[in-house]
């Protein structure tokens, strides 16, 4: 089955964007408290973890649905699950 550019380019930003935020969510948390408003740095990445998570999710799904291209659906969640875990890692360091 032939993969349209548009759905592609979908799949790929959105995964690069939930990959951003599931890495760097330390470093942009720090950063949004020094320029938006100062609160607590853990709800920012509370916020960002959980934007994450919902991106790799719809990303995962919209992959399985619409594309229906088992190696780009199993990589998608393979990643999504191995940076999923590390950011949710990460965010429980922080809140204990």
Sequence with gaps: MRISVK?????????ILASILGIFGQDLASMLNR??????????LT?????????YVFTFVYSY??????????VTGLVGVL?????LFVLVMWWS
């Excluded at 320029?35 to 920012?44: D, G, Q, S, V």
């Excluded at 916020?47 to 991106?55: A, E, N, P, R």
């Design 47 to 55: 916020f960002l973890t959980i934007t994450s998570l919902v991106v």
């Design 7 to 15: 759905d592609f380019t979908g799949i790929f930003l959105s995964f």
């Design 83 to 87: 940076i999923s875990c590390w950011s």
């Design 65 to 74: 649905k619409r594309l229906r291209n088992p190696v780009l659906t199993s």
């Design 35 to 44: 320029h938006l408003m100062e609160i607590n740095t853990t709800y920012y």
